[in-house]
């Protein structure tokens, strides 16, 4: 049974900070890439940020390029989330997802999926 559990969502001004974390079991977490995906209302599902499974490759969409950063903890089988300089804009839920010896940025590559945390930036 694979599971990912996030965390961390909740509401901040503009201008604010918030960081999610995802913790996987059921699988080995290693070879795995991880990311990151967010879905506002109305709105398909777009990727945010990856990182590879192996050769520590990191992948962000532009909109958020500069202000997130994604990391992992192999040893804690946890993947994060820093986000800085929130926006409105960035107002979503926001899912994590593993990539079986990925690295992609497309939702259709991803295996399995987080059951999402909501980010909500007020003005």
């Known amino acids: 049974q694979v599971q990912l559990v996030e965390s961390g969502g909740g509401l901040v001004q503009a201008g604010g900070s918030l960081r999610l974390s995802c913790v996987a079991s059921?699988?080995?977490?290693?070879?795995?890439?991880m990311g990151w995906f967010r879905q506002a209302p109305g709105k398909e599902r777009e990727f945010v940020a990856a990182?590879?499974?192996?050769?520590?490759?990191?992948y962000y969409a532009d909109s958020v390029k500069g202000r997130f950063t994604i990391s992992r903890d192999n040893a804690k089988n946890t993947a994060y989330l820093q986000m800085n300089s929130l926006k409105p804009e960035d107002t979503a839920v926001y899912y994590c997802?593993?990539?079986?010896?990925?690295?992609?940025?497309?939702?259709?590559?991803?295996?399995?999926w987080g059951q999402g945390t909501q980010v909500t930036v007020s003005s």
């Open positions: 997802a593993a990539d079986f010896r990925g690295a992609g940025k497309s939702t259709d590559e991803y295996d399995y």
């Open positions: 990182f590879s499974w192996s050769g520590g490759r990191t």
């Open positions: 059921g699988l080995t977490f290693s070879t795995h890439a």
